[in-house]
C-alpha cells in the first residue's frame, strides 16, 4: 500500500518514539499497520481490545488504592464505578447514530441495559489476577509508569506506559520488579518457537526503559495473565537483552524507512481473516485469505474504504521530516549498559497516541462495518499498487516491497537473506547468511537431506521439513532445559547440542522401518533424554578439572559381570572434587 499524502504520514503513522506495541508491529503485516492507524472505527466496548483496556482500568485503580484494601469486594466496587461511566448516557449521546455493540441503532434504555454483560466480562478478565498473588501484599511503586524519550537498545528513542512497578526483596535487597497484565492469553511453546515471543521482548524493553529512567535495572519481569489467573517470569539474561534490542533497532529502522517512503509492504499470514482490511487487500487476495466468519461484522471493501488500486510506478509520498535511521553500530551487551547508564537526559519527546486519532475523512458517511468507510477524496491518499491486485506480495514477481526499503516496485526481487556479521541472526527482518543463527539452521536441513538420502527416502519440501522439524524440537527442548526457558539458534550452547545430537542419531539409529507415527514419537522422546545427557554430563567433566582420574572401570564390563577386586582408590565425592577443583577453574553448577 503507498501513501501519497505527507501530511497523513507525518501526523497519523510517523512516531517520534518506538513503542514495544509498535516494535512489534513493524514485524508484520505494515498495510494493516497503517490501515488500523488511518482508517476510523466505530467504538465497540465488547471488542476484545477494549474490554482488555476497561479491564486493565478497573485494575489500575486497585492497586492504586491502600495495600489492606485491595480485595475482590473492591474489584466490585470499581468495576461498578467504570461500568456507570461506560454506560452513562453522556456516553450514550456521543456515539455516533446510537449505536449499540452490534452496530445496530438502540434505545438508551435497551443500550443501558449490556451494562450487566459488561460487568461480567470485566470480572472474566480481571478477576482470577487474585489467583496470581495477594494484592494487599504487593507493594507497588508506580502505576502506568510514563518513559517518554528515554533512549534505549544503542540509541533508539523509546516510549510507553509500563503497567506496573512494584518493589520486592531479592537478596535482601528491595528491587524493582517489572509487571506487565495482559487479558488474553499465554502463548505455547510452540508458538514462542514459531512466532517469537513478542510479551517477552516488551518486558525487556521495559526493563531497559526502567534502567535509563530509574538508574536502577529491575531485578525481574513478569507477565500476568489475569484471565487465566497465572504469571510467567520472562528471562532477563543478557543474551535475551541483546535479542530484544536488535530487535527494536532493527523495528525503529523499518518504521523510518516505510514512514520515509510512503510504502507499506503486505504480508499474508494467519491472522489475515481477522484484519479488517482483509476485502480491501489485494494480497490477501492472491492469497486466498477471507475474513473469519467469526467476526460480527464484515469488514469493508476497497471501494467501500476509496482506496483505490494504481499502477507500480505511481509516486509515493513519503514524510516531510528526514528520516532518521536508529544508530547503526551493533553494541554489546556490556556497551549498551554503559551508553544507558551515561545517556544524557534526552528532551521531552510527545507521547505518541498508539489509537487512531482524529477521523481524517470526517465527512464521509459511515459504513455498517467496523472501519467506517470513507467517501473516495479527490486524490487518493492512499491507494494498493496494482501489481498487488494481480499476484502474491510475496511471490513470484513481487512488486511489494517487504522491507519498506524504496526499491524500485517492478523489477526487483527482494533478497531472502541479508549479509551482516556473525552475531546478527537477522538485519531489516532477513536471516543474515553470515550469522551464527543461518549456520545453524541451514546446517540442520543438511543434516536431515543426508539422513534421507542415506536411508533410501525421497529428498523433497515435505520428508526435508518433517525431519528438520523434528531434528529442530530435540535441540530445542535440550537447550530450553538448560537455559531456563531460553532459545537461540546463535546461542554457544545451541552449537554444542547440535553436535550432541550427531552423536545421538549415531547411536540411536532413527525408527526407518517403522511402519506407524508412534515409533518416531518414540525416538524423539528418547533423543531428547539421550542428547541432554550428553551435554548436562559434561558439566561433572569440566567440575572435575585436572583432578580426574579414572580408577574404576566396573561399569564397562559385560552386563552381568562383576567387577574384580577393590578399585585402588575411590572416586572423588563431590566435595572432594570441590575442593580438589584447580585454582582458576571455577566449580558450575551441575545438574542434580
Ligand atoms: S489482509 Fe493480511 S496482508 Fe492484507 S492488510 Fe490485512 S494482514 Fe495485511
Known sequence: MIVTDPNLIDKRLRRSALSASTSKSMRGCLVRWAGEKLLPRVSDPFAVSELGTSTHAVLEDLYNANAPTRTTDLFAELRDEHSKKQWSLERY???????????????????????????????????????IEDPRE??????????????????VPA????????IEIVRGEERFVVV???????????????????????????????????GVAPAAGRIHYTQFGTSREIPLTELALEKTRKDFRAAWDIHNRVTENGRFPAKTGPLCGWCPLVNACPAAAAAG????????????????????????????????????????PLVTAATAARSIAAAPASPPVAPTAEVAPADPFA??????????????????????????AQGAAHGAGDNADPNGTGTPTVTNEQPLFSE??????????????????????????????????????????????????????????????????DFDWDAGINTRIRGALRTTIETLPLPWDATTEDAWVEWKAKAIKRTRVFVVRAIRLYNLGDTVTATSFSALLPVGVAASAP??????????????????????????
Open 363 to 388: 465527512a464521509s458517511a459511515p459504513a455498517p462495518a467496523p472501519i467506517v468507510a470513507p467517501a473516495p477524496a479527490v486524490a487518493p491518499v492512499i491507494a494498493f499498487p496494482v501489481a498487488a
Open 180 to 214: 506487565d497484565l495482559k487479558t488474553g492469553k499465554q502463548k505455547s511453546a510452540f508458538d514462542l518457537n514459531r512466532y517469537g515471543d513478542d510479551h517477552g521482548d516488551q518486558i525487556r524493553i521495559y526493563y531497559d526503559a526502567i534502567r535509563a529512567l530509574l
Open 420 to 485: 551482516g556479521k556473525p552475531w546478527e541472526p537477522t538485519i531489516n527482518g532477513r536471516l543474515n547468511g553470515a550469522s551464527y543463527s543461518a549456520m545453524g539452521v541451514i546446517g540442520l536441513t543438511q543434516v536431515a537431506g543426508e539422513l534421507l538420502v542415506e536411508a533410501g527416502r525421497p529428498l523433497n519440501g515435505q520428508t526435508l521439513d518433517q525431519l528438520t522439524d523434528l531434528l529442530a524440537e530435540v535441540i530445542v527442548t535440550v537447550q530450553k532445559s538448560v537455559r531456563n526457558g
Open 159 to 166: 516510549m510507553g506506559y509500563i503497567d506496573r512497578v512494584d
Open 138 to 155: 504487593t507493594v507497588v511503586y508506580k502505576t502506568e509508569l510514563p518513559f517518554d524519550g528515554v533512549t534505549i537498545a544503542g540509541g
Open 289 to 328: 485469505k477471507k475474513a473469519s466468519d467469526k467476526l460480527d461484522t464484515p469488514p469493508a471493501t476497497a471501494v467501500a474504504l476509496g482506496i483505490p488500486t494504481v499502477r507500480t510506478d505511481a509516486i509515493a509520498m513519503g514524510s516531510k521530516e528526514p528520516y532518521a535511521p536508529a544508530p547503526a
Open 567 to 592: 578399585v585402588a582408590a575411590p572416586v572423588a565425592s563431590p566435595s572432594v572434587v570441590a575442593a580438589a577443583t584447580p585454582i582458576g577453574v571455577p566449580r558450575v553448577a551441575q545438574p542434580a
Open 93 to 131: 449521546q456521543s456515539l455516533p447514530d446510537n449505536l449499540g455493540p452490534e452496530g445496530v441503532p438502540v434505545e438508551f434504555n435497551e443500550w443501558v441495559k449490556n451494562q450487566d454483560r459488561w460487568k461480567s466480562e470485566v470480572d472474566r478478565l480481571g478477576l482470577r489476577t487474585f489467583e
